[in-house]
């Protein structure tokens, strides 16, 4: 399975944007689905994850801000951002747990988020 992600882009502080993010069986959106962030020089962090259910979990950081939501008969999950800081800019990476095999996850190619002061 294949995850697109898109929505990255350029914004200033207090800005929005939003992120989506399919996979390409949709079989595979009965698995917990998350965005992660990574910034240069840093390790790849969790952002917030959803699971088929409904459960959500967020980072301390973007609680507030974020909000993850996820349409399982469209497939995609969506990440809003809303008052964007600086220290928002990072690549973001959707994850998809397999619903049909533990240990084994999916990654999306990344997609750009930059917040200018």
């Known amino acids: 399975v294949q995850l697109q992600a898109s929505g990255g882009g350029m914004v200033q502080a207090g800005g929005s944007l939003r992120l989506s993010c399919t996979p390409s069986a949709r079989t595979f959106s009965r698995g917990t689905m998350g965005w992660f962030q990574q910034a240069p020089g840093k390790e790849r962090e969790l952002v917030a994850a959803?699971?088929?259910?409904?459960?959500?979990n967020y980072a301390d950081s973007v609680k507030g801000r974020f909000t993850i939501s996820r349409d399982n008969a469209k497939n995609p999950v969506y990440l809003q951002m809303n008052n964007l800081k600086p220290e928002d800019t990072a690549v973001y990476y959707c994850?998809?747990?397999?619903?049909?095999?533990?240990?084994?996850?999916?990654w999306g190619q990344g997609t750009q988020v930059t917040v200018s002061s």
């Open positions: 959803i699971t088929s259910g409904g459960s959500i």
């Open positions: 994850n998809l747990d397999s619903p049909f095999r533990a240990g084994v996850e999916y």
